[in-house]
């Protein structure tokens, strides 16, 4: 049987969550379909040290402002889940778990989704299933012949479970910086990065990425000259654990290797670490398998967008990608805007308002 509804969203996270709370306010009829079998999205997932990088008030989803969480001025990632969790039952948003989407299909006038547990017909889509399933690791020579342990950061968890082996940490993020910051005091730490580490000063936060992130979008939309924002001026967040082990002298990048071993990793001029593990720290791409069948991807991997509405199929929108998809949209303050933008874009169409008359 397959159940209908004039909205449907894919991904129970914090784009997908943002996106029902405007379309609840709207009074349209939907469904969130979320892989997961709790709240909390991604979030659920991390490593246990992770904090945000904004303060509570500053890293909240529209409508609710997320608590602080005593004696700590960066919330830690379950005191996220939780307010996830709790931000889902207030508004009272209808998701359906466990179920992940396997396709979206064009079906006459409405688009079906099919999932795991039935299909759903909608007169709409939002995709808000974000980039943590789709964890990257580069190709590199001898990957496969290492017969050590190897983790990206979604499978990294603490410092405990490495404690006194040989650990190469490859990538020069934040969760890079942080995963290495995490590993300095209790493991022999191998950081390697393609470029020396960019940090930015130690005052600015999320706060001041989002104004950034926002004030670059302004510029863009305005065709001024793109200054890159606050990227410009680095792209590490110096939190203070990561601050701490800089300043002790523990976080000292290395040039990336060439090649793997079965138990090493070595550089071009035949430098050799010994490794008891390697951790790719080496970001993600976006989840969007289950928009195939719509034939929408550029030869660049991507969907072409205006904002958040799909260039091919105008019933399609995405949610909390990155900047393509909205300022700063994979972050929890920063994914409100385009949530609300989609949602009423949506309403407007369903509605049969043409766009100059809005």
């Not at 009829?29 to 892989?35: P, Y």
């Not at 996220?80 to 209808?94: G, N, S």
């Not at 964890?135 to 490495?162: K, M």
């Not at 926002?214 to 792209?235: I, P």
Request: neutral net charge; aromatic residues 6%.
């Amino acid at each position: 049987m397959t159940r209908r509804t004039d909205v449907v969203v894919i991904g129970g996270g914090q784009a997908g969550l943002a996106a029902g709370y405007h379309l609840r306010r709207l009074g349209l009829d939907f469904a969130i379909l979320d892989a997961q079998a709790e709240p909390g999205g991604a979030w659920q997932h991390a490593w246990d040290s992770l904090h945000l990088f904004s303060p509570a008030a500053y890293s909240s989803l529209p409508g609710r402002l997320m608590p602080p969480q005593p004696g700590e001025t960066y919330p830690d990632a379950a005191h996220v889940v939780a307010y996830l969790a709790d931000y889902e039952q207030r508004y009272e948003l209808p998701v359906h778990r466990s179920v992940r989407a396997t396709g979206v299909h064009r079906d006459g006038e409405l688009l079906r989704v099919e999932t795991d547990s039935g299909a759903w017909s909608s007169r709409a889509v939002i995709s808000a299933t974000g980039t943590w399933s789709r964890p990257f690791v580069p190709t590199i020579a001898g990957r496969t012949e290492f017969q050590g342990a190897q983790l990206h950061t979604v499978e990294y968890r603490n410092a405990s479970e490495l404690a006194g082996k040989k650990v190469v940490v490859v990538g020069g993020g934040n969760s890079g910086a942080q995963i290495a910051a995490d590993l300095a005091h209790d493991t022999d730490l191998t950081w390697a990065t393609l470029r020396e580490p960019r940090y930015l000063a130690d005052d600015i936060d999320g706060r001041a990425l989002f104004d950034h992130a926002t004030a670059r979008r302004r510029a863009l939309d305005e065709g001024r000259t793109d200054t890159r924002g606050v990227a410009s001026f680095g792209e590490i967040v110096a939190v203070p654990p990561v601050r701490e082990a800089r300043d002790s002298g523990l976080l000292k990048a290395q040039p990336m290797f060439t090649r793997l071993t079965r138990t090493a990793v070595t550089w071009a001029d035949d430098t050799t670490v010994e490794a008891d593990a390697i951790i790719w720290c080496t970001g993600f791409r976006p989840a969007l398998s289950h928009l195939a069948p719509l034939g929408l991807r550029s030869p660049r991997g991507r969907i072409p967008t205006i904002g958040t509405q799909a260039v091919g199929e105008p019933r399609l929108h995405l949610l909390g990608y990155g900047d393509w998809t909205g300022p700063a949209s994979a972050t929890l303050i920063g994914v409100g805007r385009p949530a609300r933008e989609a949602a009423h874009e949506i309403h407007h169409r369903l509605a049969g308002v043409p766009r100059h008359c809005r």
